[in-house]
């Protein structure tokens, strides 16, 4: 008996040293780093580690995100405005946290040095990011109320990715609150926190919270369960709604099922209230739709399944059309970047996007920054001026 319980506590000693030693090896290499984000405890809502130095690294890529005061990956601005600034607040998801590109590289940071330094322009602009990875359209409005308005914003954007905002809002498993609306149809923000109310027992929240998030190599375990648990979730909804089992991608199908075309008649409504949240508190509203790399570069087309290619199926324009129709109903204004990337890519052969993620790369970033730029200057009202020559 004495044997079998040496050699249990040997094998128990074994794997726990060998549990540290994966920890250090983890957290020596960055292959997975803790505390990577936190919940503001003054809004509730998620945001990365603030003034930090945070490290990233890939099999593609490494990089040195750091992050101001705020949790968000972007230059520190105070929440008071001095005059003559203009300000712009873009939401947004990892496309905006855009974690794999250095600070000076993103496109908010490239846009907001090409707007300072074109002349006729009678203001001095700043443009602050407020991205977290998996946001959709509601959550944006939470990051808004909370965070962008206290920066007294003069433009709000919001970058909408196509490929999964309306998922993340609707469909996404892992999601324990969905939008609600009032009888007018206006969206109804809960409180903050009520956003990352779950299903969890007491225990399991402890457990995640301050156990997990002090362990690389148990978020890293955690990640992958999330992921197992989200995918069975939407396997199980598929169960009542086939157009689940194409997860994010049903968005490009040409014959929507009932549930997609209520989420987005209800999406419809969301950008409505983002419009009205904005002009209520001073600012104009600009929807920003942005461009996945598989719909840019036709290579990496090519190696989507050939289930997702079939043209009388799927329809890889059709989200930009719908927000085109949706910016007219409720008269906002409406910039999709997919033309201007499909137009650039044909003069290279560099991809937008990491080999091994498919977030921007600084190509990616230059890209989004030259199209918001051009539009900007075509449309100089979002920019507070009537005409950049008229400023001259």
């Known amino acids: 008996m004495k044997q079998i319980i040496a050699k249990i506590g040997l094998l128990f000693f074994g794997l726990v040293l060998s549990a540290l030693m994966l920890e250090v090896v983890l957290r020596l290499t960055n292959v997975a780093t803790p505390n990577v984000r936190r919940i503001d405890p003054e809004t509730g809502l998620l945001t990365l580690q603030p003034s930090q130095d945070i490290p990233l690294r890939a099999a593609c890529l490494t990089n040195t995100v750091t992050t101001n005061q705020y949790g968000f990956h972007g230059r520190e601005y105070p929440f008071d405005k001095a005059d003559g600034v203009y300000r712009i607040v873009v939401l947004g998801d990892s496309f905006v946290e855009s974690m794999q590109v250095s600070l000076d590289d993103t496109f908010y940071a490239i846009l907001e040095d ?9 203001y001095k602009y700043e443009i602050i990011p407020i991205g977290i990875s998996a946001r959709g359209t509601y959550l944006n409005l939470h990051y808004l109320t909370e965070y962008g308005l206290r920066f007294q914003p003069d433009l709000v954007i919001d970058a909408f990715l196509v490929h999964n905002d309306v998922y993340d809002d609707f469909f996404n498993g892992t999601r324990s609150v969905v939008p609600g609306f009032d009888h007018a149809g206006n969206v109804v923000l809960d409180i903050a926190t009520s956003v990352y109310v779950t299903d969890d027992s007491l225990i399991e929240q402890f457990f995640k919270q301050r156990i997990i998030s002090n362990s690389a190599l148990l978020q890293l375990l955690y990640k992958k369960y999330s992921i197992i648990k989200a995918n069975q979730t939407v396997r199980d909804k598929a169960v009542e709604d086939k157009s689940n089992l194409e997860g994010s991608v049903a968005i490009y199908l040409r014959d929507y099922s009932e549930a997609w075309k209520d989420a987005w008649r209800k999406e419809s409504l969301m950008l409505r209230s983002f419009k009205k949240i904005s002009v209520d508190n001073g600012a104009q509203f600009l929807l920003v739709s942005l461009a996945e790399g598989y719909r840019v570069h036709q290579d990496l087309f090519d190696q989507l399944p050939d289930s ?40 290279t052969e560099d991809h937008i996007v990491w080999s ?9 970033h230059r890209w989004a920054a030259e199209s918001l730029y051009q539009y900007l200057l075509g449309h100089t009202e979002l920019l507070g001026v009537s005409s950049v020559q008229e400023d001259l």
């Open 114 to 122: 090409k707007l300072n330094a074109t002349q006729g322009l009678s």
């Open 356 to 364: 091994c993620d498919a977030h921007w790369t600084k190509l990616g």
């Open 308 to 347: 997702r290619k079939d043209p009388e199926v799927f329809d890889y324009d059709r989200p930009e059309e719908l927000l085109a129709a949706i910016a007219h109903e409720h008269d906002f204004a409406y910039h999709a970047l997919l033309p201007y990337f499909r137009q650039q890519a044909l003069t």
